[in-house]
Every structure is written in C-alpha cells, then in structure tokens.
C-alpha cells in the first residue's frame, strides 16, 4: 500500500510552497519522461509516421518476433510456449485477473524489479492490477506522446493547462486559488474537485490570463467549463491549437460543446496503463493505432481474433519487454479498419471504441468521475474487487470483494479518498461481499449510479 504521508504535508502546506512542491516534482518528471532514450526515439517515430500500411506491417512482424522471442525467453508464463520461431497464434487470451493474480510470473527475468517503475490501473473494472515498465519504455511512452502533441502543433515547453485527477488541494477546502503552476512545464494544473457553478467563473478567468496553447485532462472535466462558457454566452481571449483528451470514453455531444466553447478541435488519445495499446486522433479526426507501440486485434462475435472487425479489443504490446502482456483482453469493444487518411498516414484505425464510459458520482454539487473513482481504488492491494453504487444524493454503497491478503486499513484509505472527493458529508456505507457480479456483457462496472442519469 502506498503511504499518503507525502501527499498529507503537500496538503497542508502553503499555497506558494505547494507551487513550488508542484514544479519540483514537475522538474524530476521532466528528466525521467524526456530524457535517455526519448529523443533518439521520437525522431524514430518522426521518421517512420508515414509508412504505408503494407510497411507498417512488415515492420510490426519484425517487431513482434523480437516481443514473441524475449517473451518466450524470459518470461515465466510464456516459457511453455518457446520455439524457434514463437507464434501468436498460439499465445492463450490473457485477462487482467490472471495477471492480478500472477503479476510476477509476467515479469521478464532479464529486469531487477526493483528498477522498474509500477503502474497501477483501476481501468473500468476496479480490480486493481500492477504493471511494471522500464524507464526506458516510459521515456519511449512519452515519445508517442509528442508523436501525438505533433498533430496539434504542441511541443513539450508551450503553456499546457491540465485537468487532473491529482489533489491539489483539500476537495473540503473551498477557498480560491483552485490551480498550481509547474514552472518546470509551464502546466497549469485545475484542480478536478472544485468544479463547482460558482467557482467556475474563476477557472474561466485564469484559463484566459494564462492562455494556453492545449487544455488537456479528464474530458467530463473540460466539458463543465466548455458548458459554463457557452451557458453564460462567454468569449475566451484565446484560442487554443487542441484539446487533448484520454481516459474517459465520451460522447459526440461532449466534444461538440467542448470544441465550440474552445473553437478548436478535440483530439482524443486511447491508452492504458498496461502499456499494451496507445492510439490517437490526427488533425483529420481519424484514430490512428500506433503500429510500433503493440498490435490491437478484434476477438469477433463468433470466437475468431481478427486484425479488422468489430468485436472486444485485444492487445498485444511492443515496446514493454519488462511485462510483455500478449494477447490481452483490454476490457474495451471496438471498431478496427484499415481505411486510408487525408493526414497520410498508413496505420491500422481505431474506427469506434465502447466500454470504460465514465459514470459520474455525486454529492452536494461535487462530482468524482469513474477515472477519479478507479485513482481512489487503486490502493487497495488487499482487495479482489470493488464497486461504488450511488441509489440516492448525499450516500452511496461501496461494495468490496476482499482477498486473503486483506488489510482493514483498506477500507479506511478508501473512505479517506472518497470523502476528499466528494466531501465529508457522503454516507459511505461499506459491504464486503463474496463476489460483484458483471453487467449482462461480461463487464464489470465500477460506478453504478442510479440517481443522476
Ligand atoms: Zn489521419
């Protein structure tokens, strides 16, 4: 379990010492995202953006060969499968759960895990799974990134506002200013928990002081302001070149209300801490899946997998030789085509995506989306599975499946996060249950919300 000391004196500290807290820390990520090998491989990937798609393929073979060959090699859960020349065909679909449950045999004896950073993902399904990556592959990670800011004309060091999941304050604390500057990163970063109508003006205020060249974050989260500027007829003083959107799944509504507030385009990006699949919009609004980061195949209605079609996504990573995770059940459906873009580009498209819809918990006016919700969970290493289900306003049910690890300071963690959230009024009933059965898709579904719909 993680300690939240750090984050507790962040908290209580000054507002001008928590900027300076925030740009220290902006200033060691910078080093560990775009240093080492980040440059040499972005002008890789500069290189190679317009393939056609017959070379993307070839090169995604040459790739997958070495992933298949490493996997076979040197890590445990694959060993059984090691042959001349491994292939996919024979690699058994992978779920999240029998890596939750078998993280270590996943990871490559080639690494020290000590050295490599752990990412933990809720993803829609809130059983909390570790991932390990390299620093090189989160430097690699971030040159897709820029890959991707290319389309909007950004680069790393242009003024970016953030919308983020992270506490900047105390959620009870309602006292302005409610953003922290990252002089590392020229990022100003809102705070996601005090998205209230009245304080709203402020955020308009400050976006327009500041002016950004993309607005980035959680989209329900830039969606409240686009919808405050367009209900009050507001002009902002400045025009961005993107909004830049991952996370959360949302609807064509949404984008038309944030892209006419911002009179830009939203560019929406598909990724997972799983570091299996990272796909993005270009300038054309085409989702194209990066070919060098892992292969996304459809696992089609009648049992087939498929490299087009529609049907559950599955992915298979090329860049995280740490824990490589083949043939993976993502947890998402989706579209896969290989039509042409105007941009150029010759990449296999993420046509359409479902699945890790956000639903939203609320209480007094604050609200926590799913992707908040999957954050506050995540530290629950004691537990199989979790659900949130909100039947009426000021309370909600959490429902716990606990493993034989359980730690009864998982619950109070969990209901520390969730009071940050949405305040201490929240009745948190807490049931721990043997099983939470999925959605009739087969999904579970973290945020059950029956009130606001
Ligand atoms: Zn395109």
């Not at 390990?132 to 242009?158: A, E, H, V």
Request: proline share 5%.
């Amino acid at each position: 379990m993680k300690s939240h000391l750090p984050e507790q004196l962040y908290l209580y500290s000054p507002v001008w010492l928590q900027n300076v807290l925030v740009s220290i820390y902006g200033n060691i990520e910078r080093e560990r995202r775009y240093g080492g090998e980040h440059s040499v491989f972005l002008k890789h990937l500069r290189g190679n953006k317009f393939l056609t798609l017959q070379e993307n393929n070839t090169l995604q073979k040459k790739l997958l060969t070495a992933t298949l060959d490493n996997a076979t090699r040197n890590v445990p859960a694959y060993q059984h499968l090691r042959s001349d020349q491994p292939d996919l065909s024979l690699f058994p679909l992978l779920d999240r759960q029998q890596v939750a449950n078998n993280t270590k045999q996943f990871i490559s004896s080639k690494f020290d895990v000590s050295n490599l950073i752990a990412l933990y993902t809720g993803g829609s399904s809130a059983s909390p799974l570790k991932v390990y990556i390299s620093k090189m592959t989160r430097q690699k990670t971030y040159s897709f990134w820029q890959l991707f800011y290319d389309n909007m004309g950004f680069n790393i060091g242009d003024r970016k506002a953030s919308f983020v999941g992270r506490k900047l304050q105390e959620p009870d604390n309602n006292l302005p200013p409610f953003w922290r500057y990252n002089i590392a990163d020229k990022q100003l970063l809102f705070s996601s928990y005090h998205m209230e109508e009245a304080n709203l003006p402020l955020y308009v205020d400050k976006l327009n002081e500041f002016k950004p060249k993309v607005v980035e974050g959680y989209p329900f989260s830039v969606y409240r302001i686009a919808e405050h500027i367009l209900n009050n007829s507001l002009t902002l003083s400045f025009t961005p070149a993107g909004i830049s959107t991952s996370s959360e799944n949302f609807s064509k509504h949404h984008r038309k209300v944030i892209e006419s507030a911002f009179q830009c385009r939203v560019f929406d990006q598909y990724g997972s801490a799983e570091s299996v699949v990272f796909a993005s919009e270009c300038a054309h609004g085409t989702m194209h899946i990066e070919p060098e980061y892992g292969i996304l195949e459809v696992l089609t209605e009648t049992g087939e997998i498929t490299p087009t079609g529609k049907g559950e996504l599955i992915a298979t990573t090329l860049l995280n030789d740490a824990m490589p995770l083949i043939r993976y059940r993502i947890g998402d459906l989706g579209v896969i085509t290989e039509e042409s873009c105007l941009c150029g580009r010759g990449t296999s498209v993420l046509k359409e995506l479902h699945g890790k819809v956000g639903a939203v918990v609320i209480n007094e006016g604050r609200q926590a989306p799913t992707a908040a919700i999957a954050i506050a969970f995540e530290y629950l290493e004691g537990i199989k599975n979790a659900q949130i289900i909100q039947n009426e306003p000021n309370a909600v049910i959490v429902k716990l499946v606990k493993k034989s690890d359980f730690n009864p300071k998982s619950e109070e963690f969990m209901i520390w996060e969730l009071r940050k959230m949405l305040g201490e009024s929240l009745k948190i009933n807490v049931e721990y249950v043997n099983d939470i059965p999925p959605e009739p898709n087969g999904k579970y579904k973290m945020v059950v919300q029956n009130v606001y719909q």
